[in-house]
């Protein structure tokens, strides 16, 4: 029986047949290179910095994480930036609390010591109850996603959602986690939606980043006026670099900006800084005149540049393979 990953390559193949170079490696290389660029513009310099000038390549090794880094190096205030939508999480790192009339759902819990401070402490800076946090969506079974899962887990007893295959990503690590595992929750589904009270949070599979990577769409308002937001759960390419793992992550890009467009999103997020620059956002929302654009707007035409920018990058680093 074929495995799971070998039926994403499976599927993956006529991409691979039909985009195969017809043009010298070094031309196409530098078109895909000068979309990316073109799609950019001044808007997404950290998502293209990452993915395509100074890419990482491979997957990360089963080992035990570093020592904390100095606080200062990492720590930053909690923010409410929607009605519904409060920040929670770090410099670096992103974690998010959508309240809803029944309790909280919290997407992606950072690295292990600085989820106690920042998500538990940011919650109760806001005036937000961390026991009310019911569901915990994690986007993928990084360190810096997942390490604080467990304290949600133990302490607050929050359910926590993660695909299968990074479900058993955790459950095979040696290393990785020395002080103990979250335990297999629910088993997130492609199309599945978290419903609690008013607010849901629709999964979107997008695998790529990590075999089981979730990216999510759900619904701010802004002083009342609904928003949709598309989150990308998973950028750089720090998976097996070969073209069946690209041709894998260029299919969710394509997936994700579709879903984006049909749900007309026009706030993007991520759960790093780099790529959707929110803690730069948060302190711009300070100047914030009234009648005035929110920061995360960015619009619907922005919103498919940013996925113009991670498809053709990965076209790049798919090409030089070859």
């Given at each position: 029986?074929?495995?799971?990953?070998?039926?994403?390559f499976?599927?993956?193949s006529?991409?691979a047949?039909?985009h195969?170079?017809?043009?010298?490696a070094?031309?196409?290389v530098?078109a895909?290179?000068?979309a990316?660029?073109?799609?950019?513009?001044f808007?997404?310099?950290?998502?293209?910095?990452?993915?395509?000038?100074a890419p990482?390549t491979g997957?990360?090794?089963?080992?035990a994480?570093?020592?904390?880094?100095?606080r200062?190096?990492w720590f930053?205030?909690?923010?409410?930036?929607?009605?519904?939508?409060y920040f929670?999480?770090?410099k670096?790192?992103?974690s998010?609390a959508l309240t809803?009339?029944?309790?909280?759902i919290?997407?992606?819990t950072?690295y292990?010591y600085?989820s106690d401070?920042a998500?538990?402490g940011?919650?109760?800076?806001?005036g937000?109850d961390?026991?009310?946090v019911?569901y915990?969506?994690?986007?993928?079974?990084h360190?810096?996603?997942?390490g604080?899962?467990?304290m949600?887990?133990?302490?607050?007893?929050?359910?926590?959602v993660?695909t299968?295959?990074d479900?058993?990503s955790?459950?095979?690590?040696?290393?990785?986690y020395p002080?103990g595992?979250p335990k297999?929750?629910?088993v997130?589904?492609?199309g599945?939606?978290?419903m609690l009270?008013?607010?849901?949070v629709t999964?979107?599979?997008t695998?790529g980043?990590t075999?089981?990577t979730?990216?999510?769409i759900?619904?701010?308002?802004?002083?009342?006026?609904?928003?949709t937001?598309?989150?990308?759960?998973g950028t750089?390419f720090?998976?097996?670099?070969?073209?069946p793992?690209?041709?894998?992550y260029?299919?969710?890009?394509?997936?994700l900006a579709d879903?984006a467009a049909?749900?007309?999103?026009?706030i993007l997020?991520a759960n790093?800084?780099?790529?959707d620059e929110a803690?730069?956002?948060i302190?711009l929302?300070a100047?914030r005149k009234?009648g005035e654009?929110?920061?995360f707007e960015?619009g619907?035409?922005a919103m498919a540049r940013y996925f113009?920018?991670t498809?053709?990058?990965?076209?790049v680093?798919?090409?030089?393979?070859?």
């Open positions: 029986m074929k495995s799971r990953i070998a039926i994403l499976a599927a993956a006529t991409f047949i039909a195969a170079a017809a043009a010298p070094g031309e196409g530098e895909h290179l000068a990316a660029k073109a799609a950019a513009a808007d997404f310099t950290g998502t293209l910095a990452r993915v395509c000038i990482a997957p990360g090794r089963d080992v994480p570093p020592p904390p880094p100095a200062d190096t930053t205030e909690p923010a409410k930036v929607f009605d519904n939508l929670v999480g770090t670096i790192h992103s998010w809803t009339s029944d309790g909280i919290l997407i992606d950072l292990d600085a401070e998500i538990a940011g919650l109760k800076k806001l937000l961390p026991n009310n019911k915990v969506i994690i986007s993928h079974a360190g810096d996603h997942v604080g899962a467990k949600m887990q133990d302490r607050f007893h929050s359910r926590l993660m299968g295959l479900w058993d955790i459950e095979k690590s040696q290393n990785q002080k595992k297999r929750d629910i997130a589904t492609d599945q939606k978290i009270g008013d607010g849901s999964l979107i599979t695998p980043h075999p089981g979730l990216s999510f759900f619904q701010v308002k802004d002083n009342g006026r609904p928003l937001v598309a989150y990308s759960g750089a720090n998976f097996v670099n070969d073209v793992h690209f041709d894998i260029i299919n969710s890009q394509r997936k879903a049909k749900a007309g999103a026009t997020m790093h800084s780099e790529f803690v730069t956002k302190k929302m100047a009234p654009p929110h920061p960015i619907r035409e113009k920018v498809d053709e990058c990965a076209q680093a798919r090409m030089k393979l070859q």
